[in-house]
């Protein structure tokens, strides 16, 4: 393995440009990153929004659901009596 404590002073001017740029690179590559993980929570969020908004609706509509069915089997019962 190299030896990690190299001492600025130690490297010469092409060393250093090398050093620099592999730096940059490094930190262009971390940049892309965070971009690309960002944009996933993103879109994460919109997909959470979505399904979160469908099972709402989804919960409004079974809560009716009783009510309904319940003055339907009431309907029922007194058609029953009168027969």
Do not use: C, F, W, Y
Request: hydrophobic letters at 30%; zero cysteines; charged letters at 35%.
């Amino acid at each position: 393995m190299t030896d990690n404590n190299v001492s600025i002073n130690d490297l010469n001017e092409e060393q250093l440009r090398n050093a620099v740029n592999s730096l940059l690179a490094q930190i262009q590559q971390s940049e892309a990153a965070v971009k690309d993980l960002g944009v996933k929570v993103a879109n994460k969020e919109i997909e959470n929004s979505k399904l979160k908004a469908a099972l709402e609706s989804i919960q409004k509509a079974s809560q009716q659901e009783p009510t309904d069915e319940s003055e339907d089997t009431d309907e029922e019962g007194a058609e029953e009596e009168s027969e």
